[in-house]
């Protein structure tokens, strides 16, 4: 079982950056694919990126494609999101989530495990 803490959200103006980092211990971190997701108040929980447990395999919505990216850093047990050229619509709750021995689904359902959720707040 592997226990999931996200950091790094905050507000921000539009076309400015913020990274997302976050943090796995109780299990070996590298055996899981990492993916990030967001939600909004009243809305389903919607894929961003992810990134998969070997290869560095990478994924991404068309929504985020060229502005974010995923990285891992098996040493230090952490996922990161980079997050550059925001926009208010990027506003939302973002979880980062584990799935064991994955390529890195875009579907939640795949994903066992998930943190707290950090709020990113985008200004216009």
């Known amino acids: 079982q592997v226990q999931l803490v996200e950091s790094g959200g905050g507000l921000v103006q539009a076309g400015g950056s913020l990274r997302l980092s976050c943090a796995a211990s109780g299990s070996t971190f590298s055996s899981y694919a990492m993916g990030w997701f967001r939600q909004a108040p009243a809305k389903e929980r919607e894929f961003v990126a992810s990134?998969?447990?070997?290869?560095?395999?990478?994924a991404y919505a068309d929504s985020v494609k060229g502005r974010f990216t995923i990285s891992r850093d098996n040493a230090k047990n952490t996922v990161y999101l980079q997050m550059n050229s925001l926009k208010p619509e990027d506003t939302d709750v973002y979880y980062c989530?584990?799935?064991?021995w994955g390529w890195g689904s875009t579907g939640s359902q795949a994903y066992a495990y998930w943190g707290q959720g950090t709020q990113v707040t985008v200004s216009s």
């Open positions: 990134i998969s447990y070997v290869g560095g395999r990478t």
């Open positions: 989530a584990a799935q064991l």
